[in-house]
């Protein structure tokens, strides 16, 4: 056990003994019989998000994202069909022959360190997948900490997919987070299709995501970083904090990974806790229940459903009949050369606030906030003076289990939890809530 604050810390202090002093931000004593570890500062990682704007050009923003948004909803009914993993590489494989790689246009990537001595890789941060993996642009190095498992290892993501061998090796998050025998995948340029200029994904969400992508040992699932910083008592809780910022330039440090707990100079206010949700698939990623409305007049725009948080994906994507009425409402019109909804100065000047109602509390979601960031329009194909939207269209009607995906462009106006051994997820306003960054 691993208890992280210091209001518990003075009570323990009474009953326990102190066995030993490891460093001066941890302490190892024995409570009831029990080894107790505690730490009194919070392990936070930095990482950074890149625009790549060969990419984000002639739509592929929307893309991409449509791309996720389909695969998450089949994704499900593929795992679950006879079809044998063999079948799913032939098949994933002769559909990217010929066929340019969607890549992600904007990546969130963290420096993760695999082996001893380490080497560096740049992996994209995913609550939407939850298998690690490197070697994708960087070769993987193997050292004195590297063991070949018997498992091969094949994952399909919406803009792409990798295959590989499984190997267990240290993986070192920060020198206070250096997890053992993690199992990860190793992957080649050759072998890895979407994924240029990074080396591969930490992937945050559920465990059960990574459940039948191994083989032959298919029934196996793998315990994801998270699960193992935890049962490796390096972290208290088993649940990850995430923090980002709206930024306006192509390349900035503007997020944080907080592992088993959560870095209250990042929120303001109290979290809002809600159980993921029960409706399926949205159930199977970091799923929750909410529900959209427009302006004063409170306008329906979607119902309360079922959908998911996800850092994979750049736009906050919404069912196609929240999509319209969302048009209705505000007057704006897709743009052909961004994939993007467009709004006039005066519709902008008239635009109100999105509320999203998750739990008991309601999250404001304004004008600036819905607002591409202009310093951006030209990257993406649009013009300077432009105004683009950031909500679009998910490519699919509600009622589907998976109506919604709030992906970056909402994350990055509050501060996130996914707490896996509570099942729940977490939202709290930030300081960047209500920012004029536009
Ligand atoms: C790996 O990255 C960490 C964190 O950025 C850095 O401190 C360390 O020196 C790097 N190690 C190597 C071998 O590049
Ligand atoms: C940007 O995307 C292009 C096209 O996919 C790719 O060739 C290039 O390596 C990417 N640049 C970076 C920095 O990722």
Redesign the pocket.
């Known amino acids: 056990m691993i208890i992280n604050s210091n209001v518990i810390t003075i009570a323990l202090f009474l009953t326990t003994s102190v066995l030993a002093l490891p460093s001066s931000s941890s302490l190892i004593i024995t409570h009831n019989d029990k080894k107790v570890v505690i730490e009194n500062s919070l392990i936070t990682l930095p990482f950074a998000r890149r625009l ?1 704007t ?2 984000l050009r002639g739509g592929n923003l929307l893309k991409n994202d449509l791309a996720r948004a389909k695969h998450f909803k089949t994704r499900t009914a593929t795992r679950k069909s006879k079809e044998g993993l063999e079948k799913r590489k032939t098949s994933a494989l002769s559909a990217a022959i010929g066929v340019p790689a969607t ?1 992600q246009a904007v990546d969130y990537v963290l420096t993760v360190g695999v082996g001893s001595p380490v080497t560096n890789y740049s992996l994209l941060v995913d609550t939407g997948s939850s298998n690690t993996w490197v070697g994708a642009h960087t070769l993987y190095r193997r050292t004195s900490t590297s063991a070949a498992t018997v498992n091969a290892v094949f994952v399909e993501y919406g803009s792409g997919f990798f295959f590989g061998q499984e190997f267990t090796d240290r993986v070192t998050l920060a020198p206070g987070l250096v997890i053992e025998d993690q199992s990860i995948g190793v992957t080649t340029p050759a072998s890895a299709f979407g994924f ?2 990074v080396d591969g994904i930490i992937g945050i969400g559920p465990q059960d995501l990574t459940c039948g992508t191994l083989t032959p040992q298919v029934d196996e699932c793998i315990p994801t970083v998270t699960d193992n910083a935890f049962s490796q008592n390096l972290i208290s809780s088993d649940l990850v904090g995430i923090s980002f910022q709206p930024a306006t330039s192509t390349s900035d440090t503007n997020g944080e990974l907080t592992f088993g707990g959560t870095d209250s100079s990042k929120f303001t206010g109290d979290i809002t806790f809600v159980p993921i949700t029960s409706t399926s698939p949205a159930s199977e990623f970091v799923g929750l229940d909410q529900s959209i409305t427009y302006g004063s007049a409170n306008t329906p725009i979607l119902a309360t459903t079922a959908g998911i948080m996800d850092t994979g994906t750049t736009l906050l994507m919404i069912a196609t009949d929240a999509f319209q009425a969302y048009q209705t409402a505000t007057g704006a019109v897709p743009d052909s050369n961004t994939g993007l909804l467009t709004v006039t100065a005066d519709q902008f000047a008239a635009l109100e606030s999105l509320f999203f109602t998750i739990g008991d509390t309601t999250f404001e979601f304004t004008p600036n906030a819905q607002l591409w960031p202009r310093a951006l329009n030209t990257a993406i194909g649009g013009t300077t003076d432009g105004l683009y939207l950031i909500v679009n269209d998910i490519g699919s009607a509600s009622g589907e289990g998976l109506d919604f995906i709030d992906g970056m462009a909402f994350l990055e106006r509050f501060y996130t939890v996914y707490d896996t051994a509570g099942s729940r997820f977490g939202i709290a306003t930030t300081s960047f809530t209500d920012a004029e960054t536009n």
């Open positions: 790549n060969t990419r890549n240029d200029g």
